[in-house]
């Protein structure tokens, strides 16, 4: 992470600086195609996901008030393709195993089989079921149990549901047959409330919806809430009836206690009350013949027939009537594939062809419901209380930092936070969910936390004002603005090592303190030379970047060996980056035959180019500048490091250090300090390394050079 942030972030920042117009076409360019996947389609947004379960229901109601065999019938067609889809898989996970793509230690796919009649078994979420009240003989569900997904060989819950949905195929007279497996449910994915006051205007929309919804692949199991109810006889009183006295209470009461039965008396036996009803014999009560027969009592005594005094018909009547501010409630509900479709897509459309239609021309009203109208919750809440959100956080920054801009500073990162999240689910082929959203949410917290680090840290650094700044500029053109910017604020700057491009001494800077560069490319080529056989090639491997110590160091070596082995030829090459100067190494070697030996401009790059070379087994003199710890044991141990030309480096920080207090002072100061190199070998490591280091040399070292530390 350091290496990253050194090398890595550290660049690509000097980069951003240097082109900041560029950087900032390119941010917003970057919003606008993130703008775009989310308006497009291609990162789409949903609520809840499918979510993988281990238990699949098959759910069957009948109408209301059928006789219990027949939703038995029902349910045993769901249980016989539920047994008969298990043995099939069963089947399938033999040839599972033998693939290994299924452990070897599953016994089973299907653990189990329920039915139940009567209820439904209970499933998870706000849009799962719960135990079917008592009575309830139109219902019957059916749910298999499933081995862990990993173990039953990634065969999913929804395969298994749909397979054994097509095995079922449609049951007679069933008004609904639901097949489902996800672990849990936010609400049926499909929705939608018809709201109005005129029965067959609902009717006819709600037909009309079904037929729309089964248009769409990947929708399936659409059914209304619209029960015409049991069957029953209605009686209705004649006027012939009133005019002996009856009412309409009085025929429908003796028509009760004919064919239901009169309670005559209770009889306690133990702790439970028996009623004893008194109705017609079962043969009397077995059609609406029998109530044609029917003699009804006056209230003067005397009985007349049935039909004489009151007249029927057979109608059905409501289970149950759903209202919502005084109109009729109908309730279409459906659920839907995600992989083929979204209920967001089929939500606009439906909205768009049929929501104004209805309210026009047939005066109903069509509201989202379930899955959608949570979304539309819970989105809302976030939506409304968000900008809230943001002034407090506004307010916030705002007070601690004395600023109304540099809050806006801050919270401009936080865009980018969710440009980030949006590109992660388009590589990875995801929507965005509810929990994407709180995600994104949360990760505000963490980007407006780094940026606001970095803004207290800035206004630190204002805010005291050094005096004086030691500084390192490492590429001359990029740092070039910002040490002329310390310069302008009057702060004295003594550099090390290096001058960025177009500042000058005693105007921009006191004065320069380094290694006498020239010289240490001198003595490199010094080591070198003793170590190349005559009319033989050298290496030079050099740092591709705007670097005066490093440039300097090249041109010593190169005219050094001008001077003193003209028959020496010598092949260039540079290195972009530190952790490539092996590759680089490599490239050249293999490209100039012959070559005897190598210089690198300094130690960092020169430790990767031994790691190549032994990885080759490849034995060649190599010299180098700076006394760093790898090199140095290499030198001890006779491996390819043949002599190290060293700064001072203790001595360059103290030189520095007198610099700046010489001018706080306003004493005058040289332009540059140069400081001598040391020659290093292997006959004088020992001693230049604690000279440098200013500590004993470690056991590496030593054992290098076969000697032992003694107490």
Same mark, same amino acid.
């Given at each position: ?18 082109? *900041? ?46 006789? @219990? ?38 016994? =089973? ?15 998870? @979420? ?70 109005? *006051? ?50 309409? #209470? ?15 008396? *209770? ?220 310069? =302008? ?63 300097? =160091? ?56 031994? *790691?190549?070379?032994?990885?080759? #087994?490849l034995t060649l003199p190599i010299s180098t500048v700076d006394l760093g710890q790898e090199v140095t044991i290499n030198l001890a141990? @006779? ?73």
């Amino acid at each position: 992470m350091e290496h990253f942030a050194e090398h890595g972030y550290q660049r690509a920042l000097k980069s951003v600086l240097k082109h *900041r117009y560029a950087a900032w076409a390119t941010a917003t360019g970057v919003v606008m195609i993130t703008a775009a996947l989310m308006l497009s389609g291609r990162v789409g947004l949903q609520f809840f996901p499918s979510i993988e379960g281990d238990t699949v229901w098959g759910t069957v109601v009948m109408p209301v008030g059928v006789p @219990g065999y027949i939703t038995e019938n029902a349910v045993d067609i769901l249980e016989e393709k539920a047994i008969e889809l298990t043995r099939e898989l069963e089947a399938e996970l033999v040839d599972l195993k033998e693939q290994g793509l299924a452990p070897a230690s599953t016994a =089973r796919v299907v653990d189990s089989v329920l039915t139940i009649i009567g209820g439904r078994a209970p499933r998870g @979420g706000p849009g799962g079921g719960g135990q079917g009240g008592s009575g309830s003989s139109e219902v019957a569900e059916v749910v298999i149990y499933l081995s862990p997904f990993f173990d039953r060989g990634e065969i999913s819950s929804a395969e298994i549901r749909d397979r054994w949905r097509d095995k079922v195929g449609s049951i007679p007279d069933a008004l609904e047959l639901t097949f489902v497996s996800d672990a849990f449910s936010a609400g049926e994915a499909i929705n939608y409330r018809l709201a109005g *006051r005129n029965e067959d205007n609902l009717k006819l929309a709600a037909a009309e919806l079904r037929a729309e919804l089964n248009r769409y692949p990947g929708v399936f199991d659409v059914s209304d809430s619209f029960r015409a109810g049991k069957q029953e006889v209605q009686i209705e009183i004649l006027e012939r009836g009133k005019t002996l006295g009856l009412t309409l #209470n009085d025929i429908a009461t003796q028509v009760r206690q004919a064919f239901f039965g009169a309670e005559s008396q *209770r009889i306690q036996r133990g702790s439970d009350d028996i009623r004893v009803m008194v109705r017609y014999p079962e043969d009397e009560r077995q059609s609406l013949s029998n109530l044609e027969n029917l003699l009804i009592r006056t209230p003067s005594g005397s009985e007349v027939p049935f039909l004489s005094v009151a007249d029927f018909s057979l109608g059905n009547s409501y289970s149950s009537i759903n209202r919502r501010d005084g109109r009729r409630i109908i309730t279409v509900v459906g659920d839907v594939d995600r992989t083929a479709v979204q209920p967001d897509e089929i939500r606009r459309e439906v909205i768009r062809k049929f929501k104004s239609q209805w309210q026009r021309d047939l005066g109903v009203e069509l509201v989202v419901g379930g899955e959608s109208e949570r979304q539309a919750e819970s989105f809302g809440d976030l939506l409304s209380t968000f900008p809230i959100a943001m002034m407090v956080i506004f307010a916030l920054l705002a007070i601690p930092l004395k600023s109304y801009f540099q809050p806006l500073i801050i919270m401009s990162v936080i865009p980018f936070g969710a440009i980030g999240a949006v590109f992660g689910h388009f590589i990875m082929g995801a929507d965005l969910v509810f929990f994407s959203v709180l995600g994104v949410i949360s990760m505000n917290r963490v980007v407006v936390n780094a940026s606001l680090v970095l803004v207290v840290s800035i206004n630190r650094l204002r805010e005291e004002a050094p005096d004086a700044i030691i500084s390192l500029p490492v590429d001359n053109t990029t740092v070039a603005d910002a040490h002329r910017a310390i310069s =302008r604020t009057g702060i004295k700057l003594v550099l090390i090592d290096n001058v960025p491009t177009g500042m000058l001494p005693g105007k921009d800077y006191v004065s320069l303190v380094s290694a006498d560069n020239y010289g240490l490319g001198k003595i490199a080529a010094e080591l070198l030379s003793s170590h190349l056989p005559q009319n033989s090639t050298a290496g030079l491997l050099g740092y591709d970047a705007d670097f005066f110590a490093a440039n300097e =160091r090249e041109i010593a070596f190169i005219h050094w060996m001008e001077i003193n082995r003209p028959d020496v030829t010598i092949k260039t090459a540079r290195f972009a980056s530190i952790e490539h100067a092996g590759n680089d190494a490599e490239r050249l070697i293999d490209n100039t035959s012959g070559i005897s030996g190598l210089f690198v401009v300094w130690d960092t790059p020169c430790v990767d180019v031994i *790691r190549k070379l032994s990885k080759r #087994n490849l034995t060649l003199p190599i010299s180098t500048v700076d006394l760093g710890q790898e090199v140095t044991i290499n030198l001890a141990q @006779g491996g390819n490091i043949i002599g190290i030309s060293s700064q001072r480096p203790f001595q360059q920080g103290e030189t520095a250090a007198k610099t700046i207090i010489t001018s706080l002072l306003d004493r005058g100061c040289p332009d540059w300090v140069a400081l001598p190199g040391l020659k290093v070998s292997s006959s004088n490591v020992i001693e230049s390394y604690q000279f440098i280091w200013r500590k004993p040399a470690p056991m590496d070292i030593l054992s290098g050079l076969n000697i032992t530390k003694t107490k």
